[in-house]
């Protein structure tokens, strides 16, 4: 069946621009997350959808990042201002649901990058 | 999420089976051992998971010790395109902030022709 799948894959932005990251995942599943990876190193939590809870938004790094999720299908993840070291690539995740752990499935990414 | 130990790199011939070693020898009851790799410039793949009992799927096997506190993931024959950075983590199945995935260093395995 279809993965998590994101758009765009690449995107190439100057300082100081708005972007905006979409992810759409896998049908039936409750939870997504966003994580970002720098070159070379390891995730970074950045946000966590639950169905109708509240999302857990303690990831991010500033409050030039935003994300939305509408109901349980796509999630926008949106840099304001981005700055040079905004560029990474950032993830996208989706679960059946988070309370019991379950296996979070990971699309291909968009690799940003903020001149 | 207990911490896991793994070889930075590891090197294995085509066709023949790779085994990934992790140490978790902190592993709580509840905590699951999770396989993750990534291969070059794409996201991370699951692999496999398991408690306490060994598991198989279309990918891998995953052998872990009866104690708990090591585990094995074994490519029965290895390809080119298993080249990769291979994750082992550890995560608890229930409560705080167990979806807040976070990977190691990992074990960059090379398969060689």
């Known amino acids: 069946g279809a993965g998590v799948s994101q758009s765009p894959s690449n995107k190439v932005t100057e300082k100081g621009k708005d972007v905006e990251l979409r992810c759409d995942p896998i049908?039936?599943?409750?939870?997504l997350y966003w994580y970002r990876q720098r070159l070379g190193q390891g995730l970074e939590f950045l946000i966590y959808?639950?169905?109708?809870?509240?999302?857990?938004k303690s990831g991010l790094p500033s409050d030039r990042f935003s994300a939305e999720r509408t109901g349980e299908s796509v999630s926008t993840l949106t840099i304001q201002r981005t700055q040079q070291e905004d560029s990474a690539v950032y993830l996208c995740?989706?679960?059946?649901?988070?309370?019991?752990?379950?296996?979070?499935?990971f699309g291909p990414g968009t690799r940003l990058l903020v001149l | 999420d207990a911490k896991t130990t793994q070889p930075p790199s590891m090197d294995c011939a085509e066709g023949r089976a790779a085994n990934l070693p992790c140490n978790h020898s902190?592993?709580?009851?509840?905590?699951?051992v999770y396989w993750y790799r990534q291969i070059h410039s794409q996201g991370p793949q699951y692999i496999i998971h398991?408690?306490?009992n060994n598991e198989t799927n279309e990918m891998a096997s995953l052998i872990i010790t009866e104690d708990r506190k090591s585990s094995t993931l074994i490519l029965p024959h290895a390809t080119l395109r298993d080249t990769a950075v291979y994750y082992c983590i550890v995560r608890a199945n229930s409560g705080g902030s167990n979806y807040k995935l976070t990977f190691g260093k990992g074990t960059l395995l090379t398969v060689n022709p």
């Open positions: 049908s039936g599943h409750t939870a």
């Open positions: 398991g408690l306490k």
């Open positions: 902190t592993i709580s009851g509840n905590e699951y």
């Open positions: 959808f639950q169905g109708n809870s509240a999302p857990d």
């Open positions: 995740a989706s679960s059946l649901e988070s309370s019991g752990g379950e296996t979070q499935y």
